[in-house]
C-alpha cells in the first residue's frame, strides 16, 4: 500500500512508533515500513503536499499472470495503463505494471519482489504481521465490483446489504472491499496482529500511548473479523487493527451472503458508529485520483 502524507516526519512517529511498523529503507521523500513477514515493505509513505492514496499494490504468483493482467486492462474500457510490465523499479524490484481503475486509483501488480529477513511474530507480541485489507469508498459500487472481477479476478464473499461488497482472490474473506459514497477515497487499511491476545495488547498499546479508537475494540458480523480503528493524526486516514478474519475454502462451495447493517459488533463492546466516525471513514475526495505517484 502506498500513501501520501504531508508531513513525513509526523507519520515516520505515528506508523514506527506508535503501530509498530519497522522503517526498512527511506530516501529523502520516501519511507517503507514493514510488518513482521518476509514482504519487502507493506506500507510505503510518500511526503505530498496533501494526503492521499499513492498505490494499491498486489501480488501476482507469475510473470505470465502479470502479463495476463495487461492483457484485460488493454482491453477494459474503463481502465488505463500507466506503465507495462516491466522490471520493478521500486524497492524490491520485481516485475510488474501500473494501471488506473475504474475510479482513476493507481493499481500496481508485481511478482518477484524481493523478500528481506523479519523477526517473527512470538505469543504476546503485538506487531502487525501483514496488511489483512484495504477498503475504499467508491461511488459507482457495481462498475467499482465489476471492474475487480474482470480486470483481477476477485470474488464477492459477501456482502453488506446493498452498500457494502467484500471480495478475496485467495482464502481470506477480503483483501479488498468497496461501500458506496458520495466520493471515491480510502476508507481504511486494516493490519492483521497474531491472535486475540495479541489484538487486545495491540488495541491497549495505542490507548496506554494516548490514542483512543474512533471505533471499537469489536467483533465485526460479516467476515467475523475482530476490529479496532484509530486515526493518524498526522494525515486522517483510518487504520485498523484486527485478526480471526474468516478463511473461505472454495473446494466446499461458497455463496455470497447479505448482511444487515446492524451486524456490525456482535461482542456489544465497540462504540456507536455514529455519524463522526463514518465522516472519518469517509474521508476527503482523494486526490491521489487519476494522478499516479511520479515513483
Ligand atoms: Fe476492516
Given at each position: 500500500m502506498g500513501l501520501g502524507v504531508a508531513n513525513l516526519a509526523d507519520a515516520?512517529?505515528?506508523?514506527e512508533k506508535h503501530w509498530q511498523l519497522e522503517v526498512v529503507d527511506a530516501d529523502d521523500d520516501r519511507l517503507y515500513l514493514g510488518a513482521a513477514c518476509p514482504e519487502s515493505h507493506v506500507l510505503r509513505l510518500r511526503a505530498t503536499d496533501q494526503p492521499r492514496v499513492d498505490l494499491i499494490s498486489l501480488a501476482a504468483d507469475t510473470q505470465a499472470d502479470v502479463d495476463g493482467v495487461a492483457e484485460r486492462v488493454a482491453r477494459h474500457p474503463l481502465a488505463r495503463m500507466v506503465a507495462q510490465p516491466a522490471t520493478r523499479q521500486d524497492l524490491g524490484g520485481g516485475y510488474g505494471l501500473r494501471f488506473l481503475d475504474c475510479d482513476g486509483r493507481t493499481v500496481e501488480v508485481a511478482t518477484e519482489v524481493v523478500g528481506r529477513a523479519f523477526e517473527p511474530v512470538r505469543a504476546a507480541d503485538s506487531r502487525p504481521k501483514t496488511i489483512s485489507h484495504v477498503v475504499f469508498n467508491t461511488p459507482d459500487l457495481t462498475a467499482t465490483r465489476t471492474f475487480y472481477e474482470s480486470v483481477l479476478g476477485f470474488k464477492v464473499s459477501d456482502w453488506v446489504e446493498d452498500f457494502f461488497c467484500f471480495m478475496r482472490t485467495g482464502k481470506a474473506h477480503h483483501i479488498l472491499a468497496f461501500t458506496r459514497s458520495a466520493h471515491a477515497s480510502l476508507n481504511h487499511v486494516a493490519f492483521e496482529v497474531h491472535g486475540l491476545d495479541e489484538f487486545m495488547r495491540a488495541t491497549g498499546?495505542?490507548?496506554?500511548?494516548?490514542?483512543?479508537?474512533?471505533?471499537?475494540p469489536g467483533r465485526h458480523g460479516v467476515g467475523n473479523n475482530t476490529f479496532s480503528y484509530f486515526q493518524d493524526p498526522s494525515s486522517?486516514?483510518?487504520?485498523?487493527?484486527?485478526?480471526?478474519?474468516?478463511?473461505?475454502?472454495?473446494e466446499h462451495g461458497w455463496v455470497p451472503k447479505v448482511y444487515p447493517a446492524n451486524d456490525i459488533d456482535r461482542w456489544g463492546t465497540a462504540n456507536e458508529l455514529d455519524d463522526a466516525v463514518r465522516s472519518l471513514m469517509r474521508g476527503r475526495p482523494d486526490p491521489g485520483l487519476w494522478a499516479p505517484p511520479p515513483v
Open positions: 515516520r512517529e505515528f506508523y498499546g495505542m490507548m496506554r500511548r494516548g490514542f483512543q479508537p474512533v471505533w471499537g486522517g486516514f483510518v487504520m485498523e487493527y484486527t485478526t480471526e478474519l474468516q478463511l473461505i475454502d472454495d
